[in-house]
């Protein structure tokens, strides 16, 4: 199975598990002048040849993210690295897009559309991870 395939399927993996968590999660009490959050993290990969730009992420961003997601995002630099085919270190650039989801609803598929727009648009993998909610002071 080659790499591209085995991040195909360790996206699919998460994103289900994921899913199934927070279809079933009980509503989370803060403590006083705390309100929830929920974020979604995408981890949008940079490999060789091809070459995003931060230009190219800030216009995916601004195209794919906010029309979705308006109640905010953040995104940084970051790095991941795998064992590949072969058993070879495999390390690629990456971005790190966080997502404020909104209160209520079910953002999966919203968030589903922003990966595939982005493997779409850029010919690479995108893994995304969904914690649960934080108690935050706004």
């Not at 690629?92 to 897009?97: F, N």
């Amino acid at each position: 199975m080659s790499t591209h395939d085995q991040m195909k399927l360790l996206g699919a993996a998460i994103l289900t598990l994921v899913l199934a968590g927070c279809a079933t999660q009980p509503k989370l009490a803060c403590p006083a002048g705390q309100s929830t959050l929920r974020t979604a993290q995408l981890f949008l990969g940079a490999k060789p040849p091809a070459k995003v730009s931060d230009n190219d992420i800030r216009r995916f961003v601004d195209a794919e993210v906010t029309p979705r997601f308006p109640d905010g995002v953040t995104v940084v630099d970051g790095g991941g690295q795998w064992r590949g085919d072969e058993n070879r270190m495999i390390r690629e650039a990456a971005k790190v897009v966080m997502i404020v989801l909104p209160e209520t609803g079910d953002p999966a598929a919203k968030v589903e559309q922003v990966r595939n727009a982005y493997r779409a648009r850029f010919k690479q993998d995108s893994v995304v991870l969904m914690p649960p909610p934080a108690c935050v002071a706004l």
